[in-house]
């Protein structure tokens, strides 16, 4: 039942700025990693930033100082907060938690649907 629900992508230009939110809901028993990936046409998915449950960052080096990541465990949610965006973060941009359900299982990895952010120049 664990689902991921992005929103916040669009279309923006350059030097403008999105704030991309996820919320995981369901079964959830612990939520250790959540963060975002991306990937353009051609690409393979890569790693934009992660966060994890006890607040540790880590961020691509493309986005270091431009984007910021950070969650509500209560909430179970997750966010990037996207400043200065270049074309070059054009991508679709993809949800990711690491999800224990239950107390008594592995740990599994979540996906979002992903959302589409385009930035113009």
């Known amino acids: 039942q664990v689902q991921l629900v992005e929103s916040g992508g669009g279309l923006v230009q350059a030097g403008e700025s999105l704030r991309l939110s996820c919320a995981a809901s369901?079964?959830?028993?612990?939520?250790?990693?959540m963060g975002w990936y991306r990937q353009a046409p051609g690409n393979q998915r890569e790693l934009v930033a992660t966060?994890?449950?006890?607040?540790?960052?880590n961020y691509a080096d493309s986005v270091k100082g431009r984007f910021t990541i950070y969650r509500d465990n209560a909430n179970k949610a997750v966010y990037l907060r996207m400043s200065s965006l270049k074309p070059e973060d054009t991508a679709v941009y993809y949800c990711?938690?690491?999800?224990?359900?239950?107390?008594?299982?592995?740990?599994?990895?979540?996906w979002g649907q992903g959302t589409q952010v385009t930035v113009s120049s």
């Open positions: 990711y938690a690491d999800i224990r359900q239950y107390s008594y299982v592995p740990r599994h990895e979540y």
């Open positions: 369901g079964s959830i028993f612990s939520t250790d990693v």
């Open positions: 966060i994890t449950s006890g607040g540790t960052t």
